[in-house]
Nanobody
Framework: QVQLVESGGGLVQAGGSLRLSCAAS????????MAWYRQAPGKQRELVAL???????NYANSVKGRFTISRDNAKNTVSLQMNSLKPEDTAVYYC???????????WGQGTQVTVSS
């Protein structure tokens, strides 16, 4: 079993920065992806950023140039550096891990990010 625990959420003013971290425990190996999703009130959960075991990254158009995803394979962590935050970034952010070959998927409990104007 894989457990994911997010941290780093909080309240920040527009234009500020925040760094989210996700610590993974369990078997992290093979072809996989780690990603950050977010869900705002009344909206569907959406992909924010993804990084593969090979280092390839993908970002939602709304966060390109502002957010950076990275992973430390030795520590089994994935981080999301968020700069130039906007009120529309307000959401619960979830860490996601997926084994590509098997299709197994795991989620963290989420961490709240609130950006005030």
């Amino acid at each position: 079993q894989v457990q994911l625990v997010e941290s780093g959420g909080g309240l920040v003013q527009a234009g500020g920065s925040l760094r989210l971290s996700c610590a993974a425990s369990g078997s992290i190996r093979g072809i996989n992806t780690m990603a950050w999703y977010r869900q705002a009130p009344g909206k569907q959960r959406e992909l924010v950023a993804l990084i593969s075991s090979g280092g390839s990254t993908n970002y939602a158009n709304s966060v390109k140039g502002r957010f950076t995803i990275s992973r430390d394979n030795a520590k089994n962590t994935v981080s999301l550096q968020m700069n130039s935050l906007k009120p529309e970034d307000t959401a619960v952010y979830y860490c996601n891990y997926k084994r590509v070959v098997l299709g197994s998927e795991y989620w963290g409990q989420g961490t709240q990010v609130t950006v005030s104007s």
